[in-house]
C-alpha cells in the first residue's frame, strides 16, 4: 500500500510556469514506475507523463518540450515541472504509482487543480 499527496497546482497566467510534486508514503518508491494524468471537464484522463524506475521518460505529444517529469528516490517524490503553461493545460492533475516492478497504476494521489487563464 501506498499513498500519494500531491501539491503545487493552483492559477496561472498563460505562458507561465507551475511545478507539481507528489509524496509517497513506504520505502519502495524506488522500486515503482510513476505517472502524472489529467483529466479537464468533459474530457477522458490522459497521461501526461511517466517515469520508469530507472528514470526513463515519456510523455505526450502535446507537452513535449514544454514538462519535465522527474523524480527523487530519496525523498520518495516525484515532480511536475511545467513550463509556457496554455489554458488547454487546465486540468485536475494527478499522480500515480504501479505496484513495486508492476506496469499499471495502482494507486492514485487525490488530484490537483491546475487553472491557467489567456
Known amino acids: 500500500q501506498v499513498q500519494l499527496v500531491e501539491s503545487g497546482g493552483g492559477l496561472v497566467q498563460a505562458g507561465g510556469s507551475l511545478r507539481l510534486s507528489c509524496a509517497a508514503s513506504g520505502r519502495t518508491f524506488n522500486s515503482r514506475a510513476m505517472g502524472w494524468f489529467r483529466q479537464a471537464p468533459g474530457k477522458q484522463r490522459e497521461l501526461v507523463a511517466d517515469i520508469t524506475r530507472s528514470s526513463v521518460t515519456n510523455y505526450v505529444n502535446s507537452v513535449k518540450g514544454r514538462f519535465t517529469i522527474s523524480r527523487d528516490n530519496a525523498k520518495n517524490t516525484v515532480y511536475l515541472q511545467m513550463n509556457s503553461l496554455q489554458p488547454e493545460d487546465t486540468a485536475i492533475y494527478s499522480c500515480?504509482?504501479?505496484?513495486?516492478?508492476?506496469?499499471?497504476?495502482?494507486?492514485w494521489g487525490q488530484g490537483t487543480q491546475v487553472t491557467v487563464s489567456s
Open positions: 500515480a504509482a504501479t505496484s513495486p516492478f508492476g506496469s499499471t497504476y495502482t494507486y
